[in-house]
């Protein structure tokens, strides 16, 4: 066992000194009579023979400084110590280390704020040269003390998108990271804790997988779900909703002064596609599998899956032929020309078709229905307005008293168009209202009303809160959350970029726990 060291300091006495213009040499030597054993901690006076350490120490302007230190060896006089033989030791260089105890401090300073390769080349012009692969070596040997934390956050992060993960694990009260696991599985996470048994509380997100661990582990775990997450999840299934409501980009019309919405054509219903949809929504129901309903049906199983989602029916949509552009293109000046003498279509199609046209009626009416728009816009003065999907739903979640003015005028015209948009709107209003005021009781209501209904907007995502109902309470009670962890795995990613391919688990470990 290793008894701590309580003699006092030794003494230093300069023996020779040199100085040139790159360097400073200092010969150093004690001038104690005695030494303690650092294994049993007995004073010794015997002496057995010396030797000199070479050591670096930090730098003067540009001049390298170099120590030559007498290194004594005694005779340990206690029977029973392990070591008979024994070096004296120092409190300002480290067994073993060639240099100071202050140099290697700087040196760890600089490497955990910059890559190992920007650290050699900034000590380059100050130090005798230190390698990257020194470099990498002080972070390895740097020893860390991490707290006994009783509450801890989860998340996953990609060492390479797509292919490896990893999982993330913080002290919630010191914000101190603790481990960096190598994957995100189930067995992974739960070997760590099972070394943790003083664990009270576990902040996650909606994971899965994380969930079972933490349950396999220890039940009595107190699990806090995400709140960012709950709120992003509701979101999401806001905007899946609104997808399957509204078209990409709804369209309106003002004729005049007169505040009158007219809604743009949409295009006709596809009856043959919808009534295959249902269908396979039918056989699906009956317990048909997805490769069987691919099969039966010849189309893929990416095809039944959006068959089985859809839930309004799909629109035509409308071919243009080319040819007959092309066949008309000879005689565009033309049909311009008789139609600005106001000619009917008909007798425009009579004319060119003298003049040599082979093509359809339709073509041409389709080539001047551009031209007439313009024309009874102008007399009519009708103004169209549009408004993007995801921004009608970005305004929706955020509340319509919250919009300036210009937002809810194009909110009220959507609301005529669609109805339902208002009836929604309260809805998120109210789940947002009472997430913010941490309202579990009327949280369960208002969960309990989607879940009334299957084609309630966020049913799922109620279902989904259910199954996971005691952690989502907590996150209501809790002050505990993953806000941390997505800043803590934000400043991993820094790391991982800034090591150039030399973010190994453990080297990203040491610089994710180290705190400069």
Known sequence: MLIPWLAPEKQLSLALFQTTEQAMTLYLQLTTPSAF?????????????????????????????????????????????????????????????????????????????????????VTQPYLRRVSHDAFLRL?????????????????DFAFRK?????????????????????????????????????????????????????????????????????????????????EQKLPAQIEWQRIGDDEVIQPIEEKPIDELKWQLIQQVQQDYNEGIR???????????????????????????????????QLKLQPYYEAIIAYDAEHFTLNQIFKKIQAAGYDGSRSALRRFLEPYHAKKKAKVAQITTYSVPRVQLSQWIWRG????????????????????????????????????????VDHLLDWMNAQLANKNAPFYSYSMGLRLDLAAVKNAFIL??????????????????????????????????????
Request: aromatic share 10%; hydrophobic share 30%; proline share 4%.
């Open 290 to 324: 997805i490769t069987q309903l691919a099969q039966k049906y010849q189309v893929s199983r990416g095809t039944i899956y959006s068959y089985l989602k859809r839930q309004s029916p799909p629109r035509k949509a409308r071919h243009r032929s080319k040819t007959a």
């Open 139 to 155: 972070i390895r040997a740097t020893t860390v003390e991490l707290p006994h934390t009783t509450a801890i956050g989860l998340d």
């Open 400 to 439: 319509f008293e919250s919009l300036k003015e210009e937002q809810k005028h194009i909110v009220t015209h959507c609301q005529q168009l669609y109805p339902f948009l208002e009836v929604i709107e309260q809805l998120v209003q109210a789940y947002r209202t009472l997430f913010r005021e941490r309202d």
């Open 479 to 516: 002050p505990y959350s993953n806000g941390l962890l997505e800043g803590q795995v934000n400043r991993l990613k820094w790391i991982k970029r800034m090591m150039y391919g030399r973010a190994k688990s453990d080297l990203l470990e040491k610089r994710m726990q180290y705190r400069l």
């Open 37 to 121: 054993c650092p294994s049993c901690g007995t004073q010794s006076t015997q002496r057995h023979s010396f030797y000199t350490r070479k050591l670096q120490d930090l730098s003067i302007g540009m001049q390298h400084v170099q120590i030559h230190l007498q290194s004594r060896k005694w005779f340990c006089v206690e029977t029973f110590c392990p070591k008979h033989i024994f070096t004296e030791r120092f409190t300002w260089v480290q067994p073993y280390a060639r240099k100071t105890e202050r140099l290697q401090q700087l040196l760890r300073q600089l490497v955990f704020s910059m890559s190992c390769r920007q650290a050699e080349r």
């Open 162 to 242: 797509g292919s490896d993960y990893g999982t993330l694990i913080c002290d919630l009260n010191t914000h101190q990271p603790l481990a960096i696991l190598t994957g995100r599985t189930s067995e992974v996470v739960e070997n760590w804790l099972r070394t943790q048994p003083q664990l009270q509380t576990v902040s996650r997100d909606g994971s899965k997988t994380y969930r079972e661990a933490i349950t396999n582990t220890n039940p009595a775990i107190v699990q806090v779900s995400d709140r960012w997450h709950l709120l992003k999840n509701a979101k999401d299934a806001l905007f899946k909703w609104l």
